[in-house]
């Protein structure tokens, strides 16, 4: 019996239960009190080989009438899901012409940058508005979901050690954040960012991913942009993180933009360079040192704040004790 009552001291018993109640009150709304209807779904609903054979037929189409309009409305349809399945035909392009496929592409790339590509509804009646409800219905099962397995991981993380009573490298990289200064752009002479983030790293936070959202001063979605652990080096908790990975995602570009910040230890050595390369540009930390990443339609300009490297068996420079990032996007001009 103290057996289970120690190692029950020792779970995190608030995120578990904040998700068992989340998944509960999910199932409970989406199955019982409001099923969820699809009605005239859109191909972004469509399992993943089939979104590929729905693009390849829009290619071919694009093949026989050139319509620029008609290409990208088709691309728009499959969703966030379009990039990925352009991806998988150009690697394995089967029957399709390479130079079609490259020519489709290129096409919807040129008008969506050029803020083209509307799709155009057309009015309905009868079962529209029952169907956005279900459709806003399970949106929202879908968010609480998202909120309560976000909320019990961040709690997880932030509070993993809660019964030592000691502080975590969250609530530590909470903290430096929260006091960091941040740029005043407008000083400089540069118009005010669209967002500007703090978001710090301390040795011991292994989760560390973050992630922000880019939107409008009207609430319109731009994109999203954040920093995760992209490399580690030696053996044991917590890991020692060499590099770092930021990246932009523009909903009007293909691409996300991505850049890899290494310790100079990392830089200088030819394997880790090897394995990181596939990521995106590789860069070396410095103190004020700033990174760019460009998008179709934004620009995202990372300022390294503060940076401390750890003190250990391990080579010197080679991971991060502490590493404060100023990040700032603004619209991407001409």
Known sequence: MDFIVALLKKLPILPIALFIAGLLLGLLFGYVIAPVKFVDATPAHLRE????????????????????????????????????AYARIQANPGAADPNVVKAYGDVVTAVLQAGGGQTTTEPTTGGTSSTIRTAVIGIGIILL?????AGGMYLFR????????????????????????????????????????????????????????????????????????????????????????????????????TKVLMSQHAFNDPEIRARLERKGELVVVEQQAQVLLETATLQLLATVVDLEYGKGPLPADSYFERITLELAIWPRQG
Do not use: H
């Open 49 to 84: 080989d089939l979104q590929e054979d729905y693009l390849r037929m829009a290619i071919d189409s694009f093949r026989l009438n050139s319509n620029p309009n008609l290409a990208v409305q088709r691309w728009q349809n499959l969703g966030t899901a379009a990039q990925q």
């Open 158 to 257: 932030l509070l993993g050690k809660r019964g030592s009573g000691e502080v975590t490298a969250v609530m530590q990289a909470a903290e430096i954040s929260r006091q960091a200064e941040k740029t005043n752009f407008e000083e400089l002479g540069l118009a005010p960012p669209i967002t500007q983030t703090m978001t710090t790293y301390v040795l011991g936070d292994d989760l560390y991913d973050e992630s922000f959202s880019i939107d409008t001063q009207a609430g319109e979605f731009m994109g999203e942009y954040g920093v995760g652990v992209s490399e580690s080096i030696g053996v044991g908790d917590p890991k020692k993180v060499t590099a770092l990975e930021i990246w932009l995602f523009d909903k009007n570009d293909i691409k996300t933009a």
């Open 145 to 149: 979901l998202g909120v309560v397995a």
